[in-house]
Nanobody, 117 residues
Framework: QVQLVESGGGLVQAGGSLRLSCAASGSRFSINRMGWYRQAPGNQRELVATITRGGSTNYADSVKGRFTISGDNAKNTVYLQMNSLKPDDTAVYYC???????????WGQGTQVTVSS
């Protein structure tokens, strides 16, 4: 099993910044991809950004140029630096991990990000 611990959410004014972290731990496992999704009230969960073990990244169009995802393979940790935050970024952010251990897809408990106008 893989346990995910998220941190870094909070309340920030529009234009501000936050940094999310997600650390994976558990039995010996290989992580293929880590990333972040978000879900605002009344909306479906959507992809924010992902990063593979090799460092390839993918971003939602809505966050390109403002958010940066990075990873530390040695620590099994993924970070999301969020700059120029907008009220539309308000959501619960979930860490997402694809690993080589059943059930292969793991989710964090979620961390609230609130951006005030």
């Amino acid at each position: 099993q893989v346990q995910l611990v998220e941190s870094g959410g909070g309340l920030v004014q529009a234009g501000g910044s936050l940094r999310l972290s997600c650390a994976a731990s558990g039995s010996r496992f290989s992580i293929n991809r880590m990333g972040w999704y978000r879900q605002a009230p009344g909306n479906q969960r959507e992809l924010v950004a992902t990063i593979t073990r090799g460092g390839s990244t993918n971003y939602a169009d809505s966050v390109k140029g403002r958010f940066t995802i990075s990873g530390d393979n040695a620590k099994n940790t993924v970070y999301l630096q969020m700059n120029s935050l907008k009220p539309d970024d308000t959501a619960v952010y979930y860490c997402h991990v694809v690993a080589a251990v059943s059930p292969f897809v793991f989710w964090g408990q979620g961390t609230q990000v609130t951006v005030s106008s």
